[in-house]
């Protein structure tokens, strides 16, 4: 605590509580809050089955699990986003019910999601008074004391941030803290943070545990969402872990080690997992020389061959979807050279590139992959009208309906008819979808934006075996994924990107998660100005 | 628990299925059910509303707000919107009369009045996918713009007595075949252009791409552009349509012909069930919107009710579709 004192750049008078209630235990036989067999159904998923789950004050309870294993429909539940179909939300002892978030905040939960929810042209003070703004006798709002609690929330936190400051202008670790700040003005007793590392670097990592470690030492319960283990190590009391929205255990993280987590995660080995086939790799397919766009990317070089998986690592906005978007003529290049089959070519358009046997199965399925209103079939042959055989310009249901089987029945989509709109298909149906649209329009370059993103433990299985049909008919594959064993499990040969430039390659044998984490995380030269 | 997770599976499927039933029930019969039950409700009042003859009337009336309400079908599945169409009609009208009247032209100023329509719409599309400015400040700007100038060539006069230079002028307005009065034929026509468009073309399939999801349209390789502004220029032909329509019915042509027919229009649409945010909808359903607010207004006059009740009873009947259609869609 006294360490944020000294930090203190003003000559104000400082009213900081000392916080900390102290004698607060993890072994306080009340838990503040219990979820009792609590279970959240979605159209063709269970998301949430009979879930567990307590917390102490004072305490980080870590939740892990992989993608899709239902530990953010547990954070909607618990921040009033969504309602359980079974069970009940107990906190301190009384069986509550969050029917918006707004009710969730005035029991004291609050959550810090993944995307945050500040505003980005009010200044860091606005946004956490947002709502609750201190008043003068009249209905004016009274700025200067404001800004002054804004500023002692802050360095109570140990940031020493201009409450002046446009959230706009910060990065993401600042808004993090923000956020946290607000909540804490919202008298939060309960703080959950939702995959709070996935888009910051190592040391702002560090600087938002040591953040962490004195709002447990103040007596706040706080839940930790996070896919990296070294998280759960860093600053666990104890973890759940979730597996296909079943609860698996709850382990204190004193004994529990990040192996025994992931055993309990996966439940299977990784064979079995990504059951990759090796293919002959063949003539080089896809060579991008030098690619260059300010600010963005810059010197993007590499090369793909047919039958060969080449993965992208590398942290959230990395650049690594912005090479894609590049190559798949979404966005302009400033410099730099595609080659594909060996011949040189710009594409101004996705059409370019679609017509060069290019496609992009993107990152976000529902949003830049699918239109979800339209129909399965709608949605196959949208990119090749011409290969269903209509005459030109026409485009008749029975062409589109007759098209849409052969994929159905190829590619195994589970639909009840090629007229269902793609939004009733599951995450790994609709992504089957995405392929066939790629198939008919006979592409040959696949690039796979986090392919298995939302899609169930099961359908990544076969998401992973229609990869490697595709290489068997000699199809080159470039995947983004930020899920380190499905990039260690799935591909050839692995670059790793920071800061928009390629920093490292592995190939198979020699890839490790902690050698493309290293490269991927290394400290950068830019630092926030977070106090210690 | 496999078995108890695959049950949830199937029980969540088929309440799924159930609901979808019943949301595209009403999507396809709402409209119409509504239209059959206040023509009962009329019926029971006013007997001679049961009449071909009154019907015939009741058609009529529909015509221009059907025509106008095609291409603006179109417009709103994309999720834009055309304030300029009243502007387009009265500017295509009173280019065609003009050339009749003061240069002796003949039948083929109706092409003209189809071309000016056409041109018109494309400039719109073309301001709005070029300019990259949101359809509803182009088309308010092209409606001020176009009305002006359709004043400026007539200098504020109408044109009347079309007919004396071209006798059979009136063939688009006034004559009959059969039963049907043309205006009600070219209402038909138009709708049947669109609706096969919307069915059995790629223009169609991009029609409902772009509303739905214009990025993911943009990322198949669509080129969006091309595809608005065929939608802008199939609304101005539209326009056109309703121009000749108008102007053989009326045998003149003035600048201040159809002013706000475009709200008509859109009325009709979104009666008819089209989501105003585009992707979803169907030019029958416009059919039956334009036909709707037409039984509403020769009931009313029937039932000896003033128009400016009409009014009122119009504006609800919009605002009480678009409610249900919103509850509607909350179901799915």
């Known amino acids: 605590m006294t360490d944020s004192r000294s930090s203190r750049t003003q000559g104000e008078s400082l009213d900081v509580p000392d916080g900390a209630p102290g004698g607060l235990s993890v072994d306080e036989h009340v838990p503040v809050l219990e979820l009792r067999a609590v279970s959240k159904r979605f159209p063709g998923v269970v998301a949430l089955d009979q879930v567990d789950f307590d917390l102490y004050a004072g305490e980080v309870h870590v939740l892990v699990g992989e993608n899709g294993a239902g530990k953010s429909t547990l954070v909607k539940l618990l921040a009033g986003i969504y309602q359980p179909d079974e069970g009940e939300i107990v906190l301190d002892g009384k069986v509550v019910h969050f029917n918006s978030p707004h009710e969730a905040q005035s029991h004291g939960v609050s959550t810090v999601h993944q995307e945050l929810n500040l505003i980005p042209h009010l200044d860091v003070g606005k946004n956490i008074f947002l709502g609750r703004e201190p008043m003068r006798p009249g209905g004016v709002i009274d700025w200067p004391s404001l800004y002054r609690q804004s500023r002692e929330q802050l360095l109570a936190l140990g940031i020493n941030l201009d409450p002046h400051r446009r959230v706009s202008t910060m990065g993401v670790a600042l808004q993090q803290m923000t956020e946290i700040a607000k909540a804490l003005v919202a008298d939060a007793r309960i703080l959950i943070l939702d995959e709070p590392t996935a888009a910051i670097t190592a040391e702002e990592a560090e600087q938002l545990f040591r953040l962490v470690d004195r709002l447990r030492a103040q007596g706040t319960a706080i839940i930790l969402i996070s896919h990296h283990l070294e998280d759960a190590t860093r600053v666990g009391d104890r973890a759940t872990v979730l597996r296909d929205g079943a609860y698996v255990d709850t382990v204190s993280m004193k004994s529990a080690t990040p192996a025994d987590l992931i055993r309990m995660m996966v439940g299977r080995d990784l064979e079995q997992q990504y059951p990759k086939v090796e293919v002959a790799p063949g003539d080089v397919a896809l060579r991008v020389d030098q690619l260059h766009r300010e600010g963005v990317i810059s010197d993007i070089s590499f090369e793909v061959r047919s039958g060969e998986v080449v993965s992208l690592a590398g942290l959230v906005g990395a650049g690594r979807s912005e090479v894609a978007r590049a190559i798949f003529g979404i966005d302009a290049i400033d410099s730099g050279q595609v080659w594909i089959d060996g011949k040189p070519v710009k594409h101004r358009s996705p059409g370019d590139a679609i017509h060069n046997g290019v496609a992009l199965l993107p990152e976000d399925r529902k949003q830049q992959g699918l239109v979800l209103l339209l129909a399965v079939a709608d949605n196959i042959v949208m990119a090749a009208p011409d290969k269903t055989g209509s005459p030109p310009g026409l485009l008749p249901p029975f062409a589109r309906v007759r098209v849409a089987r052969k994929f159905i029945g190829l590619l195994n989509i589970k639909t009840p008819s090629s007229k269902q709109k793609v939004k009733f298909l599951s995450g790994g149906n609709q992504q089957k979808v995405v392929l066939a649209k790629w198939m008919l329009s006979h592409a040959n370059i696949f690039i796979f934006d986090e392919p298995t993103r939302g899609i169930d433990v099961g359908a990544k299985v076969e998401v992973y075996r229609l990869m490697n049909e595709l290489l068997e008919r000699g199809a080159a594959i470039l995947m983004i994924s930020s899920e380190l064993p499905e990039v260690l499990g799935m591909s050839d040969r692995i670059l790793v990107m920071r800061e928009g430039r390629i920093v490292a390659e592995f190939d198979r044998e020699s890839a490790t998660q902690e050698g493309i984490m290293g490269h991927a995380a290394a400290q950068t030269h830019e630092t926030e100005e977070v106090a210690a | ?332």
């Open chain 2, 1 to 332: 628990m496999i078995t108890g997770s695959a049950s949830m599976e199937t029980l969540a499927k088929a309440e799924q299925r159930r609901k979808i039933t019943f949301g595209s029930i009403w999507a396809t019969f709402g409209p119409l059910l509504s239209l059959i039950i206040l023509s009962l409700v009329i019926y029971s009042q006013e007997a001679v509303f049961m009449t071909g003859g009154n019907w015939t009337n009741i058609a009529r009336q529909a015509a221009l707000t059907a025509i106008l309400g095609v291409g603006m079908t179109f417009v709103i599945l994309t999720g834009g919107i055309d304030l300029s169409v009243g502007s387009i009609l009265a500017l295509s009208a009173v280019s065609g009369a003009l050339l009749i009247d003061r240069h002796g032209w003949g039948m083929e100023a109706v092409l003209v009045m189809l071309g000016v329509g056409a041109f018109c719409g494309m400039i719109n599309g073309l301001i709005i996918t070029l300019g990259k400015i949101p359809p509803f400040i182009v088309t308010l700007g092209t409606m001020q713009i176009f009305r002006g100038a359709a004043s400026e060539i007539t200098s504020g006069q109408p044109i009347s007595f079309l007919t004396s230079n071209v006798p059979n002028f009136d063939v688009f307005g006034t004559r009959k075949l059969g039963p049907l009065p043309s205006p009600v034929i070219i209402a038909l026509i138009t709708f049947l252009v669109g609706f096969l468009i919307l069915r059995y073309t790629r223009l169609g399939l991009y029609v409902f791409a772009i509303g739905g999801n214009e990025t993911a349209t943009r990322f198949s390789g669509v080129h969006i552009n091309r595809y608005k502004v065929a939608v802008y220029t199939f609304m101005g032909l539209c326009c056109g349509v309703a121009a000749v329509m108008l102007s053989s019915r009326l045998n003149s042509a003035k600048a201040d012909f159809a002013t706000g027919e475009e709200l008509n229009a859109i009325a009709a649409v979104v009666i008819g069930g089209t989501s105003l945010f585009g992707g979803e909808g169907t030019v029958v359903g416009t059919m039956i919107g334009a036909l709707l607010m037409a039984v509403i207004r020769n009931g009313l006059t029937l039932m000896h009710i003033s128009a400016f009740y009409q009014q009122i009873v119009i504006g609800a009947v919009i605002i009480l579709a678009v409610l249900i259609d919103r509850l509607r869609r909350r179901g799915t």
